[in-house]
């Protein structure tokens, strides 16, 4: 049964990081701690770059199915380009979900490291601007990601810098998410996205105001996430779990079929997984497990990365 609590989702202003960063870390990995999400309203990033970068997202998902597919990388896990709709599927599930999307990665200098490891991303000839927007937004999302880990540092009680040179090199992603309308009745089973945790450390989600989001408490009860407009949708991943011994949860969470009025309507959001470095190896922090944090074996972000990629059906082999 879904229930809509919305004082979990208690937006957090970050204007207080400037006024408070204590108080503003406390919130935020409270928030964390209860549900493994957070809403962030008054961020940083400039509305007219973010509208650039919708623009450029509709766009790109109005091109024809064959002018996409030729951005299909399939030997590449997904990781960079278009992947076609129905391709991914949620962890252990039999329905793939009803999404296409687009990735952009981080563009390396020629003497950055883990140039095998992090392809180029494909330039979009068809849409001018494309390449530009979409990468401004990659950057910005970027940085306010590293800012909010400052936050979770103060929360964790490390060092405010504790992330930084873990995550400069991080193998991040902004994916340009496209849920088509729905001219008919989906198929039995499916879901526009399907109940799954993210790998990364964080998720930063905009687009969450189109109704759907929904996210498993620990009580059983699925929430549903209806943030402000222009909010900024916050959740741990994987890694930043497994670094903390479960302190910070990845949460379970999907995206669900709309009601029938808004079935025509098609559903866009833009995710960035914030990564840490390839070589980052993870091991839960001795602060987290001396709170009650689960011990869990060293692994390094890559192998976690592409574990986690074979689970969701992205890596066959």
């Given at each position: 049964?879904?229930?809509?609590?919305?004082?979990?989702?208690?937006?957090?202003?970050?204007?207080?990081?400037?006024?408070?960063?204590?108080?503003?870390?406390?919130?935020?990995?409270?928030?964390?701690?209860?549900?493994?999400?957070?809403?962030?309203?008054?961020?940083?990033?400039?509305?007219?770059?973010?509208?650039?970068?919708?623009?450029?997202?509709?766009?790109?998902?109005?091109?024809?199915?064959?002018?996409?597919?030729?951005?299909?990388?399939?030997?590449?896990?997904?990781?960079?380009?278009?992947?076609?709709?129905?391709?991914?599927?949620?962890?252990n599930a039999e329905a793939a979900d009803l999404k296409e999307?687009?990735?952009?990665?981080?563009?390396?200098?020629?003497?950055?490291?883990?140039?095998?490891?992090?392809?180029?991303?494909?330039?979009?000839?068809?849409?001018?601007?494309?390449?530009?927007?979409?990468?401004?937004?990659?950057?910005?999302?970027?940085?306010?990601?590293?800012?909010?880990?400052?936050?979770?540092?103060?929360?964790?009680?490390?060092?405010?810098?504790?992330?930084?040179?873990?995550?400069?090199?991080?193998?991040?992603?902004?994916?340009?998410?496209?849920?088509?309308?729905?001219?008919?009745?989906?198929?039995?089973?499916?879901?526009?996205?399907?109940?799954?945790?993210?790998?990364?450390?964080?998720?930063?989600?905009?687009g969450a105001e189109e109704a759907g989001l929904e996210v498993?408490?620990?009580?059983?009860?699925?929430?549903?996430?209806?943030?402000?407009?222009?909010?900024?949708?916050?959740?741990?991943?994987?890694?930043?779990?497994?670094?903390?011994?479960?302190?910070?949860?990845?949460?379970?969470?999907?995206?669900?079929?709309?009601?029938?009025?808004?079935?025509?309507?098609?559903?866009?959001?833009?995710?960035?997984?914030?990564?840490?470095?390839?070589?980052?190896?993870?091991?839960?922090?001795?602060?987290?497990?001396?709170?009650?944090?689960?011990?869990?074996?060293?692994?390094?972000?890559?192998?976690?990365?592409?574990?986690?990629?074979?689970?969701?059906?992205?890596?066959?082999?």
């Open positions: 049964m879904t229930s809509v609590m919305t004082a979990y989702f208690t937006p957090i202003s970050f204007s207080l990081w400037d006024q408070n960063p204590e108080d503003f870390a406390d919130q935020l990995g409270q928030s964390f701690r209860e549900t493994g999400f957070a809403v962030i309203q008054d961020h940083p990033l400039p509305q007219a770059m973010i509208d650039r970068a919708m623009s450029a997202t509709r766009d790109f998902f109005d091109l024809p199915d064959a002018t996409k597919a030729a951005y299909y990388q399939p030997d590449g896990a997904g990781q960079r380009g278009y992947t076609p709709f129905a391709t991914e599927n949620a962890r999307f687009w990735h952009t990665g981080r563009v390396l200098p020629p003497d950055a490291p883990f140039q095998d490891v992090m392809k180029e991303t494909p330039e979009v000839r068809e849409i001018p601007g494309f390449d530009a927007a979409t990468r401004a937004f990659y950057s910005a999302l970027d940085g306010f990601g590293a800012t909010l880990l400052k936050g979770v540092a103060h929360h964790l009680g490390l060092a405010e810098d504790w992330f930084d040179d873990r995550i400069k090199w991080g193998n991040s992603i902004l994916r340009l998410l496209h849920y088509p309308p729905q001219m008919t009745p989906p198929p039995a089973g499916s879901v526009r996205a399907g109940a799954h945790e993210d790998i990364n450390v964080i998720t930063l989600l905009l498993l408490h620990r009580s059983g009860t699925w929430l549903a996430v209806n943030p402000p407009p222009g909010a900024l949708v916050i959740n741990c991943g994987d890694m930043l779990q497994r670094l903390t011994g479960g302190l910070l949860p990845s949460t379970t969470h999907r995206v669900v079929n709309p009601a029938p009025e808004r079935s025509r309507f098609p559903r866009y959001s833009t995710p960035f997984f914030l990564h840490f470095n390839p070589d980052v190896l993870i091991r839960p922090l001795p602060v987290c497990l001396a709170q009650g944090g689960r011990d869990a074996p060293p692994i390094t972000a890559l192998d976690y990365l592409l574990e986690r990629l074979r689970e969701i059906g992205l890596i066959t082999d």
